[in-house]
T-cell receptor, first 112, second 117 residues
Framework: DAKTTQPPSMDCAEGRAANLPCNHS???????VYWYRQIHSQGPQYIIH?????ETNEMASLIITEDRKSSTLILPHATLRDTAVYYC?????????????WGAGTKLIIKP | NAGVMQNPRHLVRRRGQEARLRCSPM?????VYWYRQLPEEGLKFMVY????????ESGMPKERFSAEFPKEGPSILRIQQVVRGDSAAYFC???????????????FGDGTRLSIL
């Protein structure tokens, strides 16, 4: 089973920041938080990952709470092309950590 | 700067036939992972391969399914005597460093959508 909990769906207006939450209350000290998204009929696209510090790249920012029990993915200026299912995945801490375990994700709809 | 390439994108087979799915990893990547996705569900891990070695096939059905990653050429996922329940999207991912010891992300192809008539 996935070690993360995400809301099933969210809406966001085009041009606004999209904030996607993820709960991972059982995360252990050496486990990373990864975010992927899957646009309809395409493969998952890697977005960002982090351990405990906040991270930013050209696609998004990742904010991880101090206790590491939750995180938020931020798309700073959402566009219609950001409509996708977003997956938060906890990975690491075991010899089989390459087995990414996928939950149901959050279906993000960007509205014009 | 090609990403992970999978072919065919769509494959239709009749029950009892064989399906062969191919995956070429990103340039320089020697670690390949196969996942299966049923409609409206998340991906499920099937198998992890390095060049000429199967590292972990714990997610792959014991019968009818096999995978290889030869020294030369793409990785192949083979399904023999397909049944209706094999209909799914099959995704391949690759990584530069070993999956067990690195936190580098896996990068995915656009999948093969297998339909069984």
């Amino acid at each position: 089973d996935a070690k993360t909990t995400q809301p099933p769906s969210m809406d966001c207006a085009e041009g606004r920041a999209a904030n996607l939450p993820c709960n991972h209350s059982t995360i252990s000290g050496n486990e990373y938080v990864y975010w992927y998204r899957q646009i309809h009929s395409q493969g998952p696209q890697y977005i960002i990952h982090g351990l405990k510090n906040n991270e930013t790249n050209e696609m998004a920012s990742l904010i991880i709470t101090e206790d590491r029990k939750s995180s938020t993915l931020i798309l700073p200026h959402a566009t219609l092309r950001d409509t996708a299912v977003y997956y938060c995945i906890v990975r690491g801490g075991s010899d089989s950590n390459y087995q990414l375990i996928w939950g149901a994700g959050t279906k993000l709809i960007i509205k014009p | 700067n090609a990403g992970v390439m999978q072919n065919p994108r769509h494959l239709v087979r009749r029950r009892g036939q064989e399906a062969r799915l191919r995956c070429s990893p990103m340039k320089g990547h020697s670690h390949v992972y196969w996942y299966r996705q049923l409609p409206e569900e998340g991906l499920k891990f099937m198998v992890y391969l390095q060049k000429e070695n199967i590292i972990d096939e714990s997610g792959m059905p014991k019968e009818r399914f096999s995978a290889e990653f030869p020294k030369e050429g793409p990785s192949i996922l083979r399904i023999q005597q397909v049944v209706r329940g094999d209909s799914a999207a099959y995704f391949c991912a690759s990584s530069l460093l070993p999956g067990q010891t690195s936190n580098q992300p896996q990068h995915f192809g656009d999948g093969t959508r297998l339909s069984i008539l």
